[in-house]
């Protein structure tokens, strides 16, 4: 064998060698790494401003993982409207759909009531970018993750909040009902009696469109009007009216109303994500997902990208495991996340329920020209 | 007491809303005795022309012209707006039916409410819009008496709805066109050979019937500030319960029917739950119907005999 011919093997052998090490060692890498991550979220209907954020923050962290490992991965939308029997429609069509991997949702924590068990018994993950109820993760579904903290922090956490910063003495919490609603309102008002508030406690229905009549209830002494809308319009019809019966109590909104229409000078709203447009660890992402989709970002389309981005993670993890398309190697994986930071700005691993560890919420109040401020 | 009032105003001023949508029905019901529900969905198109009037306008943080004129601007487009898609929807979904079996208008009714609901998704996206009322008309704008206060914008609402109202009956009462609708309610065969031009006077039920829903629908946009392709149902069916309950066909009924349901559900939001108000109130009106089948004001209904 001539010199060069010799040469040229080894020079051949070794590139195999290498290309079989980096395979080894970054094989996510893989062309042949693909599969389906569901988009479960209210694309149509009166919330659908939640949805199509969370859709395209969902959709981008999935294209900047292929593009970084040169992965396939893909994704598909199954509109709920944010209802937890349209949610059990799509269900079925999530299961039957072999390529599914993992699911980025539902926003609501009615529709993983609805739809968790059955996703579950099939090795589908659910991680929801904004279903905050306390008790999914009391171990009814152990294939339901979230990378925000839940309503069990929220809901104490406002109520202290008013109780021992703000020094309310009365408190009226209107509950609409729904399983995000009735849990939050649980929360709060347990915790205010706790610490001795004066607490009125109002059940809406969540077809209302007039609040009128329900401000009219609010006595002229309350602190607080407490609102557990997944509707910020409503909450700011609720603090306009407020001040067209010259009541003094000031609108507290839960995360539901962290929305750009709630926005009456001296509201609090709290959020399960910070503001992350300051933030130079999503800047990138920020940047594209207004240039891709022309909107604004808010507090609920960063979660979404992070909950993506698990599932995607996972994904390639298991697929370089050598178990691609394979829902139950995903889900063990989803349990094994440790993200060093993800654009929220904080470190992301799950407790054995599926809580992000060390989550918070934060306080923000709205100033005179509209702008949010972090209170707490 | 004043809780009382208050929640007489708050109901009265809703009423006034749903008895706008009753009137569109009772018009057409009146005249071609089809139940048009579309109607809640050209609410919503009335809802939408207006705040889209209003960003033309310079939109609610700096309008481009007087506050009073932009809001009669946005009621003017929104009337002839939603009055022209009335035309439009009577001469591809009602008129090739309306010889037909009387369960056709309604499955054609049914397909352009879904129709109407899914071209405004796709036109002006989920996205719920807001009127923003409090950046033009302040909220501190009004008047208190005896712990009862109404403020600007309930008073506009309440006073332009009764203003409508009231001008609906004396068109209907003192014109041309509203004596034709009204002969053609009482017998269409014999209008016809009194030489009345049928299409015409349907032409123009729908046209008013809905200019009506687009006023409401500006009006609901003031008053409760957020739009959606999805608003319509709701206050659509209640529109279509007043009409009913007011006695379909007659046009004191349906104002009657209006006022009375927003009235009702206010009080039984009040004073008995909010969660269950509609529940409280629709088994109330379940009991009018029962004790008055034809509705409260039926017997003076303009409806064939």
Known sequence: MKKTTRLGVVAASAALVVSGLTTVATPATAASCSGTIAIIAPLTGGVAFIGKEQQGFAQLAVADYNAKNGTSFNTKDYDTQLDAAQASTQAPNIVANKDVLGAMGPAGSQEVLAIGGLLGANNIALVSPSATRTNLTAGTFPNFYRPIPNDGLQGPGDATYMAKTLKAKEVVVIEEKTAYGTGLAKEVVATLKTLKVKVTNIAVNEKNADYAAVVTRVSKTTNFVFVTFQDAAKSEQVAQELIKQKKKAVVFGSDGSDQPTFKTPGTLVSAFAPDVTGLPVAAAVVAAYKSTYKAEVTTFGPPAYVAAQVIVEAAGRACAAGKPNDRAAVLAEIAKTNIKQTIMGNALSFTANGDVKGGRFYIFKTQADGKRKLVA | ?305
């Open chain 2, 1 to 305: 007491m004043s809780y009382l009032g208050q929640q007489l105003v708050n109901g009265l001023t809703l009423g006034g809303v749903y008895a706008l949508i009753a009137l569109g029905y009772t018009l057409v019901y009146g005249v071609l005795q089809i139940l048009n529900f579309a109607h809640g969905d050209v609410y919503m198109v009335g809802a939408f022309i207006g705040f889209f009037v209003m960003v033309g306008l310079g939109g609610p943080l700096k309008p481009s012209v007087p506050v009073a004129v932009m809001i009669l601007i946005m009621f003017l487009v929104a009337m002839l707006g939603t009055g022209l898609l009335g035309i439009v929807i009577e001469r591809f979904a009602y008129r090739p039916l309306r010889n037909s079996t009387r369960i056709a208008p309604l499955i054609s009714a049914l397909g352009v409410s879904i129709l109407l609901q899914n071209a405004a998704l796709l036109l002006f996206s989920a996205n719920i819009r807001s009127y923003d009322t409090s950046s033009y008309i302040s909220s501190t704008l009004g008047f208190s008496f005896a712990d009862i206060t109404i403020d600007g914008v309930r008073l506009f609402v309440l006073v332009l709805s009764i203003a409508l109202m009231f001008g609906l009956a004396r068109w209907v009462n003192g014109t041309q066109v509203g004596r034709a609708m009204r002969a053609i309610a009482y017998d269409r065969d014999a209008a016809v050979m009194m030489g009345i031009d049928v299409d015409k006077v349907i032409r123009w039920t729908f046209f008013v019937s809905a200019a009506l829903a687009g006023a409401a629908g500006v009006m609901n946009g003031l008053l409760l500030r957020g739009v959606s392709n999805g608003m319509g149902l709701v206050p659509g069916l209640k529109g279509f319960t007043a009409a009913v309950v007011g006695g379909i066909g007659s046009i004191p009924g349906a104002m009657l029917g209006g006022l009375l349901l927003g009235v009702v559900e206010s009080l039984a939001q009040g004073y008995l739950s909010t969660n269950f108000s509609d529940t409280i109130t629709f088994a109330l009106l379940i009991v009018v119907m029962l004790l008055k089948p034809n509705g409260l004001l039926g017997k003076r209904a303009i409806v064939k005999a």
